[in-house]
């Protein structure tokens, strides 16, 4: 049986975290086992993309040593882990937690990348009998650089079927503090891309990364659209 520790990130513990327990049960099905440091809290990013890199240093020094073993560190959010993976060399490197970054470096991975190339399943027996369309997160695409694992993983998927909207690469104008500091353009970004979602008569926009999710739907929600976001991870799960 392998043993992995598992990270749950803000916006999944504070907004979605039905997501967190869904991830458990998939791996748990999969005869993995969880292990959850309930001490853990955050990855520092936000302060370092907000130019808090001090915080985000004391953020990170924590992080580091919650997770200072030597197996993987399974992360549902292609965000947090592609920012460990991309950025922590800025805050620790040659500094006396150096060794350990670089090993968590190595460790840290995003459920689908985990689920598809370490575990090898791409069957996770769900049934979702609805239509959906997929939101390539910057983060995952740009950041982690997660291959087409998410789309194996959706076409075994029993009853779904998958209708690829126009711009699937596009930012949805998230962005971390992005969507603050220039609302506007943010707001304009999330109207393209639910409009572009609604094009494809889709039930559901469906994404790795929880942060891009919860920008679009506060859009759906405050217009009233015939259209729901969900966690790739709550799909893989439905239907047991």
Partial sequence: MMTVDIFIPCFIDQVYPQTGFNMIRILEKFEVEVIYNE???????ISFNSGFWDDAKAIGEKFIMEFNHNRPVVVPSASCAGFV?????????????????????????EFTDFLVNTLKVTDTGATFEHKITYHDSCAALREYRLGNEHRILLSKVRGLELIEM???????????????????ISTAMAQQKVENALETGSEYIVSTDASCLIHMDGYIRKHNLPVKVIHIIDVLASGW
């Fill in 166 to 184: 126009k711009d699937r690469e596009t930012c949805c104008g998230f962005g971390g503090t992005f969507s603050v500091k220039n609302e506007p």
């Fill in 85 to 109: 993976r991309n950025y922590y060399h800025e805050l620790f490197h040659n500094t006396g937690l150096h060794i350990e970054f670089r090993q968590l470096q190595k460790n840290i991975v």
């Fill in 39 to 45: 001490h853990q809290t955050c990855c520092g990013q």
